[in-house]
């Protein structure tokens, strides 16, 4: 039989996927490339580009710089400042130790995904690189380096040493496609220089030379004069926009902190603003000295931008802003941490080692910096034919060729396939071959299933994301994405990468062994890679995730309660959820519905461990939720405002309400038994704890299945009431 990748190469030969556009045919199918998590969107462009590219400007990204930016170009060199051990990589994707100086991901990566260029920009010693890395970009950073040649004295790779890379890289590419490809590639591409911080810090002010020469003032002017020469033989390598990221507020930096109370070291900080003034003049003249060589050059403000993290680490979620998460001193960093034990949580630090951010610190401070550029980075006005998705995040979605700007065309429906990612509340089986007890592929689950089959969904029939494909009309089942036999309409038309267990917050998925928000992202990268040829569609989102997180993590394990008071721990989840769905808008989703928290004080095995009355619902718990909800819907609002000129439309789906007027209201509903499950009532009456359960003999009567999950009949109520939202604010 003919694999789904030859079956969808034959539709777009046939020419099975066309649609019309004022009389003209239009090809939309040569490759479908979704973009994203959550999933999304993508405007139906031109083959192989994703949304995100067809608002960039650039196909290239070429980064030069220090540590900041090394994804690995010094681990072949005879150098301290390396990061090819652990603790470092401990969060990139394989957990793997890259040369990458943080956790994870660096800003060069980070910039190219969002500018949808690609995921990881390699560095350029890179023994592996392939042609399509050097077509799109690569990065000469070298931790250690400098404006000031003194800075990378036998450490590191010049900056000059940098510039004889990027000539060999033209060279060689020379070679491989001829000089006017390669000329174009520079002039498509986006060049970025990050340096300054080693000249201040280890140069300056930990070595003697410089200091016997200049005081801060002239040696400020000096490393300046060297950056404006050095972008401007950028430019006369081809170069024609440079992002020049300013330095960072080095006196904030753990190794850097003095007293008590570990205080910001005044002096670095009036360094690096001096610097980045002086800079900021230099940039304001080339553009004007320089603009009829079509030279651009923009500065990117990575101080303020930072320090906004350190003044103000609650609203960005985290709770350390002093320490690193491998140490404090001069020499926790590099080498000096090899194989060293990392904290405990990481995403509550903003550095990860003594000098170095967390890639979340990282991540914020990216997305800050392309907002305030983006008239630089993201093209606008470009008609696009756009096919919209419906992107739910606990629910989400794809949808099917809506046209934009001139372009018209007739929809065949509002909705062409679902995504969803999320909790046990829509797992339809991604579960089953884990070793964990959040699982349902077993009696008593599945009874009322089609064919009575226990599926591995954590109810007793159909859970909420088959619902809600199905009242869309777009199938009557969502498959999970890791289930046997998936067909090719299966992919076409949506899977679910959900896993029971699972929540914002990455400790929760480590309690309960499940797919965590991250892992369900990766198994949806690897999804797009099976689809890589087809045809983009424009996102709605419906996330559910939280109730994990707070029942079965905070109120449950006392590791959390010891960590943060409730209000802090809801922050917590908030800024993860943000963060999870701003990744989502710029991995291509334009309209996202946000599933809240249920009434999980409601739940039967809430009650019974709060140790209330049988009718009555647990108030801490639901006080929880609440507050959840409300935090999330200022969010949403604010996100609202400041995102819609891209575009993006967040709805508020809420499941708390609807589900807690079925508990307060059960009778209306045609139920008899609010606080009890139909197969019990106890934090144990659920998943694997209940293999081979009696069930109890009337289901319909029940709002809850088991201790947790509520019922078939309760979930198509429920989400009854959400189509009336879908439809109002993201059809």
């Known amino acids: 039989m003919a694999s789904c990748w030859e079956q969808l190469q034959g539709l777009c030969a046939a020419g099975h996927l066309r649609r019309r556009c004022r009389g003209r045919s239009l090809v939309l199918l040569q490759q479908l490339q979704l973009l994203g998590v959550l999933v999304v969107v993508v405007a139906g462009v031109a083959p192989g580009i994703s949304e995100a590219q067809v608002r960039s400007r650039f196909k290239a990204i070429f980064m030069f710089g220090d540590s900041i930016v090394d994804p690995g170009n010094n681990n072949g060199q005879l150098t301290e400042a390396r990061a090819d051990f652990p603790p470092y990589g401990q969060d990139f994707p ?113 070595l003697p030379v410089r200091r016997h020469q200049y005081d801060i003032p002239g040696y400020v002017d000096f490393v300046v004069s060297n950056a404006v020469n050095f972008t401007l033989t950028m430019n006369e390598m081809g170069a024609k926009m440079i992002g020049f990221v300013g330095v960072p507020p080095l006196g904030c930096c753990p190794s850097q902190r003095t007293g008590p109370s570990r205080e910001c070291e005044p002096l670095r900080n009036q360094a690096s603003e001096l610097f980045n003034t002086r800079m900021k003049q230099e940039i304001d003249r080339l553009n004007v000295e320089h603009n009829i060589d079509g030279l651009r050059v923009v500065y990117f403000d990575i101080y303020y931008n930072l320090l906004d993290l350190i003044h103000n680490p609650g609203y960005y979620g985290f709770k350390d802003t002093s320490d690193g998460c491998c140490g404090n001193t001069v020499l926790n960093a590099a080498i000096f941490i090899k194989y060293h034990s990392a904290c405990p949580n990481v995403y509550d630090y903003i550095f990860w ?115 809600i494909a199905s009242k869309l009309g777009v199938k009557e089942l969502i498959p999970p994405y890791l289930g046997d036999g998936l067909q090719l309409d299966d992919l076409l038309s949506g899977v679910a990468f959900a896993s029971g267990g699972s929540g914002y917050d990455p400790l929760t998925s480590k309690i309960t062994t499940a797919i965590s928000s991250s892992q369900q992202l990766q198994l949806f990268e690897e999804y797009k890679e099976k689809l890589k040829s087809l045809l983009a569609q424009k996102p709605s989102t419906l996330p559910q995730w939280g109730g994990n997180d707070l029942a079965n993590n905070y109120f449950l394990i006392p590791f959390k309660q010891h960590q943060y008071d409730l209000g802090s721990y809801v922050d917590f989840l908030v800024s993860l959820a943000v963060n999870f769905t701003l990744q989502l808008n710029q991995m291509g989703a334009k309209r ?81 038994v609010a606080a009890e499950g139909c197969c019990g009532s106890t934090l144990l009456d659920a998943s694997i704890f209940i293999a081979y359960h009696t069930a109890c003999p009337n289901v319909l009567d029940y709002i809850y299945w088991d201790g947790f999950h509520p019922t078939e009949k309760a979930y198509s109520i429920v989400v009854d009431n959400m189509m009336r939202v879908i439809e109002e604010h993201l059809m």
């Open 592 to 672: 996202i519905g946000f599933f809240g928290i249920p009434p999980v004080g409601c739940s039967p095995s809430q009650i019974n461990l709060g140790g209330h009355p049988s009718e009555k619902c647990d108030p801490e718990r639901n006080q929880a939720s609440e507050l959840f909800n409300s935090k999330m819907k200022m969010e949403i609002a604010r996100l609202n405002a400041e995102l819609n000129i891209y575009g993006l439309k967040l709805a508020y789906m809420d499941f708390y309400r609807y589900l807690l007027e079925l508990a307060q209201k059960p009778a209306l509903y045609g139920f008899k």
């Open 94 to 206: 394989g957990g793997v130790a890259t040369g990458r100086f943080s956790n994870g991901k660096v800003p060069g990566d980070l910039i190219a995904s969002k500018l949808g260029i690609k995921e990881l920009l390699p560095a350029y010693k890179d023994q592996d690189l392939e042609l399509n890395d050097l077509l799109t970009g690569v990065a000469f950073a070298s931790g250690g380096s400098g404006y000031d040649p003194l800075t990378s004295i036998s450490t590191a790779i010049s900056s000059s040493g940098q510039l004889n890379l990027f000539s060999d890289y033209k060279q060689k590419l020379t070679s491989l496609i001829g000089e006017e490809a390669m000329t174009r590639i520079l002039s498509e591409a986006v060049f970025f220089t990050v340096m300054g911080a080693n000249d201040l810090l280890n140069n300056y002010f930990t």
């Open 353 to 467: 080692d003594s000098f170095h951010p967390t890639e979340k610190a990282y991540d914020i401070v990216v997305d800050k910096l392309i907002q305030e550029n983006k008239q630089y980075l993201i093209r606008h006005g470009c008609c696009l034919f756009v096919r919209p998705m419906l992107v739910l995040v606990m629910v989400l979605e794809l949808t099917i060729l809506i046209p934009a700007a001139s372009c018209l065309a007739s929809p065949v429906r509002n909705i062409s396939a679902i995504f969803i990612f999320g909790d046990s509340t829509v797992d339809p089986g991604n579960n089953n071959n884990r070793l964990t007890p959040s699982k349902a592929n077993f009696p008593p689950y599945g009874q009322d299933f089609p064919g009575g089959v226990a599926t591995g969904r954590f109810s007793n029939g159909k859970a909420m994301g088959d619902m």
